[in-house]
């Protein structure tokens, strides 16, 4: 980085302290008008940052590259461009159409798919309940018979 700093003439800084040279001690601002510049404002050397942006160093870089180069990399940015936004256009109204038909058509089918595995289930329990009752019966049957068999000896 560059620093520049101000260098002060020595006639202008030391005054002349005689009687006799009173014209060169009235300070008149004429005799610095081939010193002001913008390089020697204060005000620019106090801000060390400039108020451009990227953008704007960015855009004073382009006559660095020439025309044809420069036609042909903002067609290829342009199309690259045009091909994505088309791809991600194309992709959201697919996403959105495969959503909304996993809403519409796989929902209620989940939903009458569980209703009829709770139906089987129930059906299971009661098949499972009666052939309990049943083995139950049949069990209490055989079992007074062979309590009678045993009074019997």
């Not at 081939?34 to 005000?43: A, L, W």
């Not at 953008?55 to 020439?66: E, H, K, Q, S, V």
């Not at 109204?93 to 058509?105: A, G, Q």
């Not at 089987?120 to 052939?131: F, V």
């Amino acid at each position: 980085m560059v620093r520049l700093e101000e260098v002060e003439d020595e006639t202008f800084v030391e005054k002349p302290s005689s009687a006799g040279d009173e014209v060169l001690l009235a300070d008149d601002d004429a005799d610095y008008t081939d010193t002001d510049s913008e390089i020697s404002d204060s005000e620019s050397l106090s801000d060390p940052t400039p108020d451009e942006s990227l953008a704007d160093r960015l855009t004073a870089l382009r006559d660095i590259i020439p025309p044809q180069t420069r036609a042909k990399l903002t067609s290829t940015l342009s199309t690259t461009y045009n091909g994505a936004a088309k791809t991600v256009t194309f992709g959201g109204k697919s996403l959105w159409v495969i959503c909304t038909s996993v809403l519409l058509l796989g929902l209620p089918y989940a939903l009458a798919f569980q209703d009829e595995q709770m139906v089987q289930e129930e059906e299971r329990q009661r098949q499972l309940m009666s052939e309990g009752a049943s083995g139950l019966m049949s069990a209490g049957q055989e079992g007074g018979q062979q309590g009678q068999a045993k009074a019997a000896l």
